[in-house]
Structure formats: C-alpha cells, structure tokens
C-alpha cells in the first residue's frame, strides 16, 4: 500500500468554527508532513512530525493545531480560521530514519496525499 | 537559503511535440533535486529525483531530467508530450542529508493542444 489518504476532500466552514482534516498511511512511515497550498502558487510546508513528535513548525498560526495520535494518523485541527486561510491542504509521509544509499547519501521520499480542499466562510 | 526557479510560468505543447521545463536552484552545494508533477486538484506525484551519480535521471511516464552542475540547473524534458501530460510541474530541492524540508518552485502550467 503505498497511498497517503486524506479526509475530507472538500471542507467549508465559517470563521468560529473548528473541524480538523485527517490523514493516513499505512506505509510503515514514521515522519509527516502538513503543507499548505494556495491556487496558482506552491505548497509550503507547515508541520512536521517524526516517530509522532512535532520536529518543525514554520510559524504556524496557533489557529492550526496539529496532532499525531499514532505512526499511521495525522490531524490538523482548525479553529478560528480566516478566509485567507482557504486553501488546498496536502499531507505527506516519508520514512523518518535516513534510507542510506550505496552512494553513502540519504533520501527519504515523500508520498503525497489528494488533499483537502479547504473554503473559509 | 536555498530557492528554486521555475522561469516559465506557463507552456502550451502540441501532443506529440517535445518538451523541456526549466529548472534552476540556489544552494551552497548540491542538493536533493527533484520534478512533481500535480493535476487539477490533486496531490504530488513524484517524476523523478537526483541525489548522485549519473546526471542523466530517467523517470516515470516517460520522463527525464539532466544535472548540471556549472548551470545549476535540473531541466525536465519529454520527447513526444501526451495529452494526459497537462499539469501542473513543480521542481523541488531539498538539503544534502535529508528531503524532510522540501522547497518548491512557483510551478510551470503545462497546456497540451490536440
């Protein structure tokens, strides 16, 4: 299985609420990622969690909360969101542990999930 | 820091036509290199990738990318461009030592005319 799922697909909410969006693997990956992409423009990167730590926070707003309940799940709890927070949000997952190559140089591959396309009202 | 280039923010191919995106990095030493490839309203997909070795990086559906060093450049190129091949690219490189930080280019539209 190598397929990074994402839940849901299409999301709209309004400023107070809170919903969070979902992500699994089932790929034996120890790290995770949260990237943020706006249209017409690249994903950034937002969160990411090694063996279920957070290990980089890109100055997320404290509106984005994210959670790794175990090695397969990711979660971003939303709260307070703005409109300029509308966006599609891509989760990844790659091994944690540097793959050592016969070159002697490491390369963990990132997976990808569809995303969630993200509206806020 | 390291950045990446994508000049052309948009080409349109006739199928069957050749093809070159273009791809320029800003990094002290040679790092990860790597093409995504996104469709409309998904998620990445990963073409191919260069760490080491030969600069001449085959990947998948068809696809190929050359290292070079003096131009610092990683050009993705397809012969013959299939209608299905219209997307979204994104160039992406990452630090020598790990690809958990990936910092993408602005992205090149790829419009396919029949």
């Known amino acids: 299985d190598t397929e990074v799922t994402q839940t849901p697909k299409h999301l709209v909410m309004g400023m107070t609420n809170k919903k969070s969006l979902k992500c699994e693997q089932h790929?034996?990956?120890?790290?995770m990622y949260w990237y943020k992409q706006k249209a017409k423009k690249p994903p950034e990167l937002m969160f990411v969690y090694s063996y279920e730590k957070l290990s980089i926070n890109e100055s997320v707003p404290s509106r984005f909360s994210p959670e790794c309940p175990n090695s397969s799940l990711l979660n971003l709890h939303l709260h307070a969101l703005q409109p300029e927070d509308s966006a599609l949000y891509l989760c990844a997952s790659s091994h944690a542990k540097s793959a050592l190559l016969p070159s002697g140089r490491d390369f963990n591959e990132q997976f990808f999930g569809p995303g969630t396309r993200l509206t806020v009202l | 820091a390291q950045s990446v280039t994508q000049p052309d923010i948009h080409i349109t191919v006739s199928e069957g036509a050749s093809l070159e995106l273009r791809c320029n990095y800003s990094?002290?030493?040679?790092?990860?290199l790597f093409w995504y490839v996104q469709s409309p309203g998904q998620g990445l997909q990963l073409l191919l990738k260069?760490?080491?070795?030969?600069?001449l990086v085959q990947g998948i559906k068809g696809f190929e990318a050359e290292f070079k060093r003096s131009q610092s450049s990683f050009n993705l190129r397809k012969p013959s461009v299939h209608w299905s091949d219209a997307a979204e690219y994104f160039c992406?490189?990452?630090?020598?030592?790990?690809?958990?930080?990936?910092?993408f280019g602005t992205g090149t539209r790829l419009q396919v005319t029949l």
């Open positions: 260069y760490f080491s070795g030969d600069t």
């Open positions: 990094y002290g030493a040679t790092p990860y």
């Open positions: 790929m034996g990956h120890r790290a």
């Open positions: 992406a490189v990452a630090p020598t030592g790990t690809a958990s930080k990936l910092t």
